[in-house]
C-alpha cells in the first residue's frame, strides 16, 4: 500500500510537472526572426549570423522563437508572401501581424575591414511600436556571434556586454564620390555656362532713358526658389524645414540631404499667379556621411515676357556623434546659379537678363528617434548683376535673405507633424507661422492638410489653407496638393512625381 502511495505521488509530480511546462510555453513571447540583410558580408555569413541570433535569444528563456522560413510558411497559410525587402518597421511589423507574433527582430550584418557591424530593431506588434534599436561596430577580430550577444542584451536592457572592444556602428560603407564630383561639376557648370549665355545675348528692346536713385531694397523675398514648388511639401503648408530628406527637399534645407537613404529623383509642375513653374531634381550619398544633390527650377509666363531660372546644387554632412552625449546633427549647403530674363513688349517696358550666385545655409538636430529640429538660412545672399538693355544701366541687386526655423515630430509608423517659421531678417519681414499633418492609410494613400499665416502685422492677415493626397506604389510617388487662400485669389494646383531607385 505504501508503494502503491509514492506511486501515485509520483506520477501526480510527474504531471505536475509536464503540465507547468506546457503552460509556460503557451505563455511564451512569440517572436519572428527575420534572416540578416547582408552588405559587406556575403550570404552565407548573414546565414550564420541569423542562425546564431536565434540561438541567442532562445538562451534568453521566455521566447517562443520562429526563422525566416517558418514566417514564409506561415504567411503562406494565409495567402500571404514576405515581401523581398521587408526591412521597413511597418512592414515588419504588418508580417508580424499577420502570423500572430508578439514581437519580430530584423536587421544587417557588415563586414568591412575586418570590422563587424551589427543593426538589429525589436518591434512590439501588439503595442504597435519600437521597443528599441541597436548598432554596434567590433573591433578586428571580435567574433560575429560575440557583437550579436552584446546587441540583443542591450536590446533588453542588459548593458553586461560593454567590456568588449565596440564602437556606434553607423551603417555600412558608401562610395559614390565619383558620381559627385562628376554630377556636381557638370550640374554647376551647366549654370554657369547657361548664366553667362543669358546676360551676354541681348535681346531686342526700346531705348530708354531713366533716372536711377539707391532706395533701400525690399525684405519681402520674391525669387521663385522661395516658392513651395514640390506637392508634399507645399500641402504642410510648406513647412518642410526639419524634413527635406527626400528629393523634394532641396530647396527647402540643403542639411535634410545627408538623411536620404539612397538615390531619389523628382520632376513637379505648379501653376501660380499665371506662372508656369517647373522643377526637377536628384539626390543620393556619396558616403555613408555625405548627402548630394542637384535641383533645377524654371519659373516662365505663358507668353515667355519673363523667365526665372535656378541651378541649385546641394551638399550636407552629417556628424554621427559630434558628442558623446549628442544625436547626429547635419550641416548643408546649396550653391545657386541663377538667371533672370525679362522682355518688354510695351512703348515704356524695360528689357533686361541677369546672372548671379549665392548660398543657401542648412542645419537639421535629431533630438529623440521621433523629433528633429532645422534651421535654414536661405539667399544669404544670392547678388545678382542685372543688366537693364532699354537704359544700358547695369547694376548689383541682392535677393532678400529669410531665416526659418522648425521642428518635425513622428507618431508610430503613419502620422508625421512638422512645423515651422519664418524669422523677420528686416522690418518688413513678416513672422510667418505653418504647420501641417500627414497621416498613412493602407501604407500606400497619404493625406496631408497644412495652414500658414502671417502675424504680427499691422493689418489683419488672410490664412492660407493647403491640403494634398499622396500614393506611393513601389517605387513611385505622386503627390498632388492644393493652396486654398482666405482672400479667394488664384487657387494654386501642384502635382509631384518621385522615384526611389
Known sequence: MKSFGIAVTIILALTLQVASQEKVGENKVKIGILQLENTGADTDVAKDASLKLRGIINDIGFYDSYNQDQIEDALALVNQTLPMHCRDPRCVLDIGKSIGMNRMIFGSIDIDDKRVGIKLTLIDITLRQTIGSVNILGDPGVEPVEILKVAVAKLHGN??????????????????????????????????????????????????????????????????????????????????????????????????????????????????????????????????????????????????????????????????????????????VNFKVASNRVKGTGDGAVSGSSFGVGLDLGLIIELSDHIRYGVTFRDVPVVNRWKNVSTGNNYFEANAATLHMGGSFRVGYSTFLIADGQIPFTDDQPWKMAGGIEQELFKVVFLRVGMQKEIETPT???????????????????DASYEYNTMRMFDVVNVSFKYRF
Open 460 to 478: 489683419i492677415t488672410p490664412w492660407k489653407v493647403t491640403g494634398g493626397l499622396g500614393l506611393k506604389i513601389h517605387k513611385i510617388d505622386f
Open 159 to 332: 548593458q553586461a556586454g560593454d567590456t568588449l572592444h565596440l564602437t556606434k556602428y553607423f551603417g555600412p560603407k558608401i562610395d559614390n564620390k565619383k558620381q559627385f564630383f562628376l554630377s556636381s561639376a557638370g550640374f554647376v557648370g551647366l549654370g554657369l555656362l547657361w548664366g553667362i549665355i543669358n546676360y551676354a545675348v541681348e535681346s531686342d528692346a526700346n531705348k530708354l532713358s531713366a533716372v536711377y536713385h539707391d532706395d533701400d531694397l525690399s525684405g519681402i523675398p520674391s525669387s521663385a526658389d522661395q516658392i513651395p514648388i514640390f506637392a508634399r511639401p507645399a500641402a504642410l503648408a510648406n513647412a518642410y524645414t526639419a524634413a527635406s530628406d527626400d528629393a523634394y527637399g532641396g530647396l527647402y534645407n540643403p542639411a535634410g540631404i545627408a538623411w536620404v537613404s539612397g538615390p531619389d529623383a523628382a520632376i513637379a509642375y505648379q501653376y501660380r499667379f499665371g506662372l508656369n513653374l517647373f522643377a526637377a531634381s536628384f539626390v543620393n550619398k556619396a558616403t555613408r556621411e555625405i548627402g548630394f544633390g542637384h535641383t533645377f527650377l524654371l519659373c516662365t509666363d505663358p507668353d515667355n515676357i519673363f523667365q526665372e531660372i535656378y541651378f541649385v546644387s546641394s551638399f550636407a554632412y552629417k556628424f554621427h556623434q559630434l558628442l558623446p552625449f549628442l544625436r547626429p546633427i547635419s550641416a548643408g
